[in-house]
């Protein structure tokens, strides 16, 4: 499923990027993927994905959503 339309990113790629790096942030996403880089609907999602590969997440974060 696709979570960024615009820069064509699937959930896929994300958990690929979060297997192979540990504690990533919204920004990491931003920079390496694209997410969250043009309408940033998809910020929401990304960080939920974030969140359940953690296990938990730090309130920065939750500070980087909101610079989508």
Known sequence: M???????????DIRSLARTETGLRMRDLRERL???SEC???G????GMLREGEGGVTD??????QTC
């Open 34 to 36: 694209g997410v969250c």
């Open 2 to 12: 696709y979570v960024c339309v615009c820069k064509g990113v699937r959930e896929g």
């Open 40 to 42: 940033g609907k998809c």
């Open 60 to 65: 920065l974060m939750d500070r980087d959503l």
């Open 44 to 47: 929401r999602r990304a960080l």
